[in-house]
């Protein structure tokens, strides 16, 4: 399948400024009162967990290795070269492995041609192959597990840039992907800016109730946040600025 270099892409600086404040717990949640309950990856871990993530989806398909094919599908620029020359500024590749934790999907040299090209984070469900010198890229990678075999062993690469499943999580290239020092997850393209919008409100709420029980004040009324205080909160608001 053939790149698609010109998915749109919803982020802009003042977006991705806004996203890097605010934790992926917050935007799960927003989501989830929209009734997306499954966007958080699950599972994976963050190489460098100080580092943030936010970009574009582009996704990378990996199929079960049978040795009649093989050779088709994984000789000269099969999908995985394909798609690490094809990405773009403000990308996060995305790759479905389905769950398997004995093979590795990208290894240190391909992850580096990604950053190069200007990926701003590697996800995958699967291993990573030369993990500690792709942490050293100091780079954001969450990855489920490390392993020294090539993809070979159990993996065929098979398509680009077309819907996938990763770690549980349904992507659409274009998705906007997200991670912090917990891990990772999704918010769909369509819903970015009122999904930010309400999540920066809602940590607004969480740094006041925390304020105030941290002064000795209970939980009731404060979180969650009730009518009651909402005078509170509006003025210590203000007074925040």
Partial sequence: MTENTELPTVLTPELVAAINKLATATLTHQLQKRGIRT??????????????????????????????????????????????????????????????????????????????RGATGIVTDGALRDTPTIRDLGQPVYHLASHGAVLGRQHMPFSTDEPVTCAGVFVVPGDVIVGDGEGAMVIPAALVEEVVRDAAEQEDKETFAAERVAAGESVVGLFPLTQDRMADYEAWKAAKG
Avoid at 49 to 67: C, D, Q, S
Avoid at 79 to 99: H, S, Y
Avoid at 100 to 112: H, M, N, Q, R
């Fill in 39 to 116: 966007t958080f990856f699950a599972g994976l871990k963050p190489l460098n967990p100080e580092m943030r993530m936010v970009g574009r989806a582009r996704t990378l398909r990996y199929v079960a290795a049978r040795e009649d094919v093989q050779k088709d599908y994984s000789a000269g620029l099969n999908a995985q070269r394909r798609i690490v020359e094809n990405m773009t500024p403000g990308d996060v590749l995305v790759i479905e492995a389905r769950g398997v934790p004995d093979a590795a999907t990208i290894g240190d040299i391909y992850a580096s041609r990604a950053f190069v």
